[in-house]
């Protein structure tokens, strides 16, 4: 890998250019270092792209080296749930000036290994660097409460940390996932293990150094390698008190029957088949903005796409060629490239899974109104990646695959609707609520409070926070719809709750308080 002595003298994109990035030190990270893994089971790879090309090799961590990673971890808890929250502040605004001052580089990091176009991925370092300093400015206002007792006694909370916690990552945001997760659970005052997908190993180093370099105690902080072995090691060691994962429902299923087996507190973050809804009083360049939003950005392979798109009939057509004529025009190719907006999907397997279910669409009635090929650009040093052309599908019916199922790639499903109590009945139909998006004027009139558009169906809700019914604003100010349940589309995470655990005491202050309150003696001499 490149030095950092080089990355901090030169801008980020001036050295990196797909093709070239290779991975050579160790991507374990435990104790303040980058560590070998003291053990493992058998090896992954880790590629990019954009070429096809393999930037990583590295072994899966085993049981010795998830439990080295718990006891480093212990150990760092021990001191940092000591600290003052304005001294856990100032560490992670610390770490939020080092993300935000290399930000280029940690984008053009993510860009290789995840294939989204570097333009997005800046705006995903952003939202990460944000969110540090979201927390860093709650960690010095934490605080319990006071309740007045009869009698003159009286009793208070202390708001204390869990312990060590992991963090389950899925590969589409791996560096803003890792914020997400850390900056809530160390600023509450926890150590956090954390596991990246193996498909996306590489970021989260990079914010692992950033926190030591910022003052978080070494061992605080600690990254393991590996795919699902290695994350049943770390849900069920004793000594984690909480996971928190970002993946699938079959994935979020099984993480929470081994932490319901620990007793463990869980947060999942999983996935979704959003609606989103067009009427036809909508401004329609912006609603096409949002759609292509909704369903194209790091090709579409986000949790909370609005990916099931109904659109009133009046319209449909309208609104159809508008939506056809743009996403011909996205660009597609080299992910570094400044003008690109759409890279390679994830890996060889997804794209073939998702073009399947492109072919499956177009067999069940849908029409293919452009994309949904295999796309090879002109650069040869490009030929190997994993690009398609991004799909629209129109004539969908409520029970085709590609409008039950999560694709997680760039296909948009434009299905039509008449009435508004129709259009909620069927986007309501579904257990894969996770967010929903609603283009339409309707904020000029009065718009009931029990009117909320649409709730999601399943208890997974998108960033730790849970964003519940986000309505896609597409840079119309908030103000504008009084009576929605408002949510930017970027949300940040505001669940400290999960992350620490509130104590109850009971004190007593006076004689009266203080007998009314003994307890008995324990055991009889
Ligand atoms: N709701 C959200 O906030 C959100 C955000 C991003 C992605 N997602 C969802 O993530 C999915 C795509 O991500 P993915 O393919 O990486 O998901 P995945 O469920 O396959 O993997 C997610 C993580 O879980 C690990 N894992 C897999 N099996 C495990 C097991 N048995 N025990 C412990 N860990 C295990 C993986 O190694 C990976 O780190 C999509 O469904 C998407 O909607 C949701
Ligand atoms: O992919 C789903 C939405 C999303 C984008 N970035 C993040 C980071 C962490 C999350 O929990 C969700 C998301």
């Not at 856990?88 to 935000?100: D, F, T």
């Not at 990246?196 to 950033?210: D, K, M, Q, R, Y």
């Amino acid at each position: 890998m490149l030095s950092r002595t080089v990355w901090a003298l030169c801008p980020a994109s001036a050295i990196m250019s797909t093709g070239t990035f290779v991975v050579s030190q160790p991507l374990n990270y435990r104790g303040g270092a980058r560590v070998n893994p003291a053990d493992g089971s058998g090896t992954e790879k880790a590629f990019e792209p954009a070429t096809g090309r393999v930037i990583a090799t590295f072994t899966c961590s085993g049981e010795k080296e998830v439990n080295l990673a718990v006891e480093d971890a212990r150990a760092a808890f021990r001191t940092w749930k000591k600290k003052s929250g304005m001294e856990r502040c100032r560490v992670l605004l610390e770490a939020a000036r080092i993300i935000r001052e290399r930000k280029d580089e940690i984008a053009a990091v993510e860009t290789i290994n995840n294939g989204k176009s570097v333009f997005e991925a800046r705006l995903d370092i952003d939202t990460s660097w944000q969110c540090l300093e979201y927390y860093a400015g709650l960690a010095g206002s934490l605080a319990g409460e006071h309740i007045q007792l009869p009698g003159g006694s009286f009793g208070y909370t202390r708001r204390e940390p869990l312990g060590v916690c992991v963090g389950i990552g899925a590969w589409n945001y791996p560096f803003q996932i890792a914020c997400w997760k850390s900056a809530p659970a160390l600023a509450c005052g926890n150590a956090m293990i954390f596991k990246p997908s193996p498909f996306t190993p590489v970021s989260a180093l990079l914010l692992a150094e950033i926190y030591t370099q910022a003052g978080v105690p070494p061992g605080l902080f600690n990254v393991v390698q590996g795919g699902a072995a290695t994350g049943q090691l770390l849900c069920q060691h004793q000594d984690v008190a909480k996971v928190s994962f970002t993946g699938s429902v079959p994935t979020g299923s099984k993480i929470m029957e081994m932490s319901a087996k620990g007793i463990k507190p869980v947060t999942l973050e999983l996935g979704g088949k959003s609606p989103l809804i067009i009427f036809s009083d909508c401004d329609m360049p912006n609603a096409v903005k949002g759609a292509l939003m909704a369903n194209f950005l790091t090709q579409g392979e986000v949790c909370c796409n609005g990916t099931r798109v109904f659109v009133q009939k009046d319209i449909l057509d309208k609104f159809t060629a508008e939506v056809v004529r743009q996403t011909q025009k996205i660009k597609i190719g080299d992910p570094l490239l400044e003008d690109t907006r759409m890279g390679p999907l994830i890996n060889g397997p997804h794209l073939e899974r998702v073009l399947e279910f492109v072919r499956l669409a177009r067999e069940q009635g849908a029409k293919v109104l452009c994309g949904g090929d295999p796309y090879v650009p002109e650069d040869p040093k490009l030929k190997g990646g994993y690009y398609m052309t991004p799909c629209v599908l129109t004539d969908c019916r409520d029970d085709m695959t590609c409008v039950k199922e999560e694709i997680f790639g760039p296909v948009m499903s434009i299905l039509s609707f008449d009435t508004e109590a129709e259009v909620l009945e069927r986007a309501n139909n579904t257990s894969f609520g996770l967010a929903a998006g609603v283009f339409t004027r309707v904020w000029q009139r009065e718009w009931p409070s029990d009117h909320r558009v649409l709730l999601p169906t399943q208890d997974s809700v998108c960033g730790d926070g849970g964003c519940g019914v986000c309505v896609l604003t597409a840079g119309r100010p908030k103000e504008e719809h009084p009576g929605t349940q408002q949510h930017d589309f970027q949300m940040l995470n505001v669940d400290l709750g999960a992350f620490e655990k509130r104590l109850y005491f009971q004190l007593s202050q006076q004689g009266a308080g203080r007998q009314s309150l003994e307890l008995p003696p324990l055991s009889h001499a």
